[in-house]
Each structure stands twice: as C-alpha cells, then as structure tokens.
T-cell receptor
Framework: RKEVEQDPGPFNVPEGATVAFNCTYS??????FFWYRQDCRKEPKLLMS???SGNEDGRFTAQLNRASQYISLLIRDSKLSDSATYLC??????????FGSGTRLLVRP | EPEVTQTPSHQVTQMGQEVILRCVPI?????FYWYRQILGQKVEFLVS????????KSEIFDDQFSVERPDGSNFTLKIRSTKLEDSAMYFC?????????FGPGTRLTVL
C-alpha cells in the first residue's frame, strides 16, 4: 500500500467552481500534514498546513480525519491561477516529508 | 522574503561522470534536505542533514551519493558516477520549525 495516496485527476473545472481533493495515508504515526502546490517543472510550495480541527485560508479549507487517516482540500471559487498539481504531504517524527503523487487541477475560463 | 537558492538550474552530464549540485539554504535554518523528482513521478526524499551529519537517508541514497556543508552557507549533493536513471529534478529544502521550504531545483540530465 502506498504511504500517501491521491487521485491523480485531472480535475477539469470552470472558473468559480468548488473542487475537493482527497488523500489517504497509511502510517498512523504521521505527525504533521500539509498541502503543497506544484506548478509544472517548479518546486513544491507550501499551500497550507492541515490541523485536526480543520483550517481555512481564504478560499482554501483543509480537513484532517486521523481516525480514517484521511486529508482533504476544498477550493472555493476556483481561479485560472489555481491550475496546478496539489500534493498531499505527511511527515513523521524525523521530519522527512512523504509526498503523494499529486492531483492535477485544470481551471478553464 | 528569504529563499532557498540552487545552482545550476540545469546540469547535463555524461554517464559515469561526477556532478555536484549546490544549494544555499535560508540563513537561520538548521535542517537541510535533498529530494528528487523523476519526470512524471512523485517527489522522493533522499537525505536529511543536521548538525553537520546525516540524520536520515532513503534507500535511493546509496554509496554513489554524498552530502556536505563545506562552509556556513552552502549545502551540496554529490553523485560520484552518474547513471541514466539519476536524471531528475533535485530539490534542496531547509527548515527552522515545522515548514520545509524548497529551492527552485536543479534539472540533471544524464546522457
């Protein structure tokens, strides 16, 4: 079983749509969780950390369900500039980051 | 805003040659990392480095790889004898608290 699993997509949505991505992780000892964004051939950039209580940053909302080992990201009012690959990332006590393969989002006009 | 820098942006080399990839982490960070991403695949952890020694390494990081912090600012990844399958983007990262910040990467092409 993969350590971090994501639906690769692509998710093709119109501007203004709401889109949700899911991710599951296999190691219950995982300590911290993140969503990174990666544009084509660029470095991963931190989008947001994910907390058990859920957290929101503008149009982005992240949720964590430790019991189900499940993480989600919701993007509201999609913009063309949101087109990218969204990486689900977990880390264990060593602070080594384990990346999912990413979910590709295409926002069309 | 401070950022991680990497040089060169693109390195082309012949199979069997040695390459050194360079990184300048964010200045007050203490933990340093190398990751790689083969085209079309996920980002993979290679090695972490703290207090002038390797704290963890992956199975990918075999005897052909080494890391060094030769001075107070640079952090390098050396591949002694490159193979075709070493062709990838190599990302350096550094962290101070919880968040790792990534450099723009070096694209390594092995011919």
């Amino acid at each position: 079983r993969k350590e971090v699993e994501q639906d690769p997509g692509p998710f093709n949505v119109p501007e203004g749509a709401t889109v949700a991505f899911n991710c599951t992780y296999s190691n219950s000892a995982s300590q911290s969780f993140f969503w990174y964004r990666q544009d084509c051939r660029k470095e991963p950039k931190l989008l947001m950390s994910v907390y058990s209580s859920g957290n929101e940053d503008g149009r982005f909302t992240a949720q964590l369900n430790r019991a189900s080992q499940y993480i989600s990201l919701l993007i509201r009012d999609s913009k063309l500039s949101d087109s990218a690959t969204y990486l689900c990332v977990v880390h264990y006590s060593s602070y080594k980051l384990i990346f999912g393969s990413g979910t590709r989002l295409l926002v069309r006009p | 805003e401070p950022e991680v820098t990497q040089t060169p942006s693109h390195q082309v080399t012949q199979m069997g040659q040695e390459v050194i990839l360079r990184c300048v982490p964010i200045s007050n960070h203490l933990y340093f990392y190398w990751y790689r991403q083969i085209l079309g695949q996920k980002v993979e952890f290679l090695v972490s480095f703290y207090n002038n020694e390797i704290s963890e390494k992956s199975e990918i990081f075999d005897d052909q790889f080494s890391v060094e912090r030769p001075d107070g600012s640079n952090f390098t990844l050396k591949i002694r004898s490159t193979k075709l399958e070493d062709s990838a983007m190599y990302f350096c990262a550094s962290r101070s608290t919880d968040t790792q910040y990534f450099g723009p990467g070096t694209r390594l092409t092995v011919l």
